[in-house]
């Protein structure tokens, strides 16, 4: 069975760590091999990090902490490698509210070799399922099923494959089950996500002049830009109105 792996969140100074690949990136001992979309990071690592998106990945590369290879499509491909240091640099943050400027001259002890991580065993992606049942998806959540059965009904998530749902669905579910344990209720998420939906189109549109051209990168980051910009115009509107 193939391996990828986990780390511990604060990594220490090496007393008689192995000596890293010449010119490698940490962690030296996984595959660097990029074989892994976007979709496949999220998988592994969503049931750890729920709220882990597409976005973010970017914004970790635009920020050199994860650099995975580029495709001649301008598409991102992992490694297992990639993977690992993604898993690092949420732990960090979530862990220790360590700043990214930080975790970054972490990341490059560790690359030199100046600082040390353990490095454990996880399930490879080959071992992780593509797709769940609703029960399974509400425990990857931690939601009652109840929770996964109101974002069915309120369009926030539908059943892919006869297998079940994608679980990349993980974070849909932990955001519903936040929006409804504050008070929320099942009409009014299904406008949120009737008024989301809209907004996500326009995004997408925002990005297919670049996407016709080839320009994978660009189209992202159009939609990106746009779809970051209408979220923050929902939640200043709905932080001034629920203060009058």
């Known amino acids: 069975m193939s391996h ?3 780390a511990a969140a604060s990594p220490r100074r090496a007393a008689s760590a192995p000596a890293p690949t010449a010119g490698g990136s940490w962690p030296h001992q996984l595959s660097h091999e990029p074989l892994l979309r976007v979709s496949d990071v999220l998988r592994l690592v969503q049931p750890e990090f729920p709220t882990l998106t ?28 990639d993977v690992e240091r993604v898993r690092f ?14 975790i970054g001259e ?11 991580e353990a490095v454990l065993p996880r399930l490879a992606d080959d071992d992780a399922p593509s797709y769940v049942d609703r029960g399974q998806l509400a425990k990857a959540a931690g939601a009652d099923l109840a929770v996964v059965e109101a974002c069915v009904e309120a369009g926030l998530l539908g ?32 406008a949120l996500v009737r008024a989301a939906s809209r907004e996500g189109e326009l995004a997408a549109a925002a990005g297919a002049p ?15 830009a746009l779809a970051e910009a209408a979220i923050a115009v929902f939640a200043s509107s709905v932080r001034r109105a629920s203060r009058s």
Do not use: C, W
């Open 106 to 116: 972490r990341l490059a002890a560790l690359d030199a070799g100046t600082l040390h």
């Open 4 to 6: 990828a792996a986990s």
């Open 159 to 190: 059943q892919e494959t006869t297998a079940g749902f994608s679980s990349e669905g993980i974070e849909a579910v932990v955001a519903a089950k936040a929006y409804l344990g504050s008070g929320g209720d099942a009409r009014t998420l299904r």
């Open 54 to 81: 597409p976005s973010k990945l970017r914004f970790l590369d635009s920020h050199s902490l994860v650099s995975p290879v580029r495709t001649p499509s301008g598409y991102r491909q992992y490694s297992p490698a």
């Open 210 to 224: 670049r996407r016709a051209r080839g320009d994978a990168d660009g189209a992202a980051r159009s939609s990106d």
């Open 89 to 102: 640099v949420l732990r960090q943050q979530r862990d220790h509210f360590t700043p990214l400027a930080v």
